[in-house]
């Protein structure tokens, strides 16, 4: 609820008539544009991007007020633009863009890494109107006919503000943040890629890693690729991303990346020599560590990982199942978040899990299933 109090006051404090210009709208882009849409209807919302149907898309659903195919003297008048292209475009597209920008407009990007763009924006001169942007929040596909609005909502949103950049700028900034649904947060640029390399960056280099691994070590008939299962496909994900945004972002925050992951190559080494030598308490306490750490990320006020109220049953493989549970649980007024079959037991028992919306929900879900014979795990 405060959230939603706190959003509807930074609505309150923009200005109305705002006009916002996108270079570039896939993914992020579009997500953005499509959660101002919904927060702030009056919105004037201009496009461009080299994708046809994509700037046709965006007009036909009302996301776009107007879409151009090159930038030019429309995107005059913005007071946000948001450089949204890949990180060696945006460099390019800034260049073009000089020239239009009025001097009240806050220019911002939503790229992974700052330390480049910012030293590109002093040498043009904009550092004054330039407020680094980047949403933690995506997706393993891209594009804009996959963005939602939804995809920021409740996501941190960093900025980076240059040393030249007005408390006003900033404050405005964090308003159009607050209204799209995200929590703004400000960061130094430096600390940024440091802190972006290490929970974001190299997992993906780990998870891409992994699956060459397997990739190569996989047997002519494909056994690994038939069973990997739930925690293979759940620290893969991400390498399904697109290689294009991750070839720029690895060359473009290369030395912290490179720190970290001579840093991790080490611990790897070093877990390597403690189970050639069996050493049975420190394999322990290599998990239970890890463990107890990544359990505090969930569910606390500030923490990234929301906590999830589930159970697992286990139904019969005939047609109908399914909507025979989620009748019962419905006739009850026990409101279903998500359900869905699990395709394997590697983490779960059962083959049916059911999320609800409220941790109450668990227990009367749970007892109503197991009066009618199912069998329930928590």
Not at 361 to 372: E, G, P, Q, V
């Amino acid at each position: 609820m405060d959230r939603i109090i706190e959003r509807a006051y930074f609505m309150d404090g923009l200005k109305d008539g705002l006009k916002i210009g996108f270079i570039g709208f896939g993914l992020i882009g579009g997500s953005i544009a499509k959660a101002l849409r919904a927060s702030l209807p009056d919105v004037r919302i201009i496009v461009y991007d080299v994708n046809k149907a994509t700037l046709e898309q965006a007009l036909r659903e009302g996301v776009a007020n107007q879409a151009v195919r090159s930038i030019d003297i429309s995107f005059s008048g913005c007071n946000y633009i948001f450089l949204c292209a890949p990180v060696s475009i945006n460099d390019e597209n800034l260049i073009t863009l000089k020239q239009f920008l009025s001097p009240s407009c806050t220019l911002t990007d939503v790229g992974s890494v700052k330390g480049g763009i910012h030293q590109h924006i002093e040498a043009l001169g904009l550092s004054a109107q330039f407020i680094g942007g980047h949403p933690m929040a995506g997706s393993e596909r891209f594009g804009y006919p996959n963005s939602k609005a939804r995809l920021l909502e409740n996501a941190y949103y960093i900025l980076t503000p240059s040393k030249e950049t007005s408390a006003e700028k900033l404050e405005g900034y964090r308003n159009l943040v607050a209204a799209m649904g995200a929590i703004p947060l400000v960061l130094d640029a430096a600390q940024h890629d440091f802190v972006t390399a290490a929970i974001s960056h190299l997992p993906h280099i780990i998870a891409s890693s992994l699956v060459n691994l397997v990739k190569e070590s996989d047997s002519p008939d494909g056994t690994m690729k038939m069973v990997a299962a739930g925690g293979f496909k759940d620290i893969t994900r991400i390498a399904s991303s697109s290689p294009d945004m991750w070839q720029q972002i690895c060359l473009t925050n290369t030395d912290n990346i490179v720190r970290l992951l001579e840093n991790y190559i080490q611990s790897l080494s070093s877990l390597k020599e403690t189970l050639s030598a069996r050493d049975a308490s420190s394999i322990y306490r290599f998990f239970d560590g890890a463990r107890v750490y990544r359990d505090s990320f969930i569910g606390t006020s500030s923490g990234p990982i929301k906590k999830s109220f589930s159970i697992t049953v286990d139904i019969a493989d005939e047609t109908g199942a399914l909507a025979t549970v989620a009748t019962i649980l419905a006739r009850q007024h026990i409101s279903i978040k998500n359900i869905g079959i699990v395709h394997n037991r590697e983490l779960a028992e059962g083959a049916l899990r059911i999320e609800f919306y409220e941790e109450n929900a668990i227990k009367t879900a749970a007892d109503l299933l197991k009066s009618r014979g199912y069998t329930v795990f928590l």
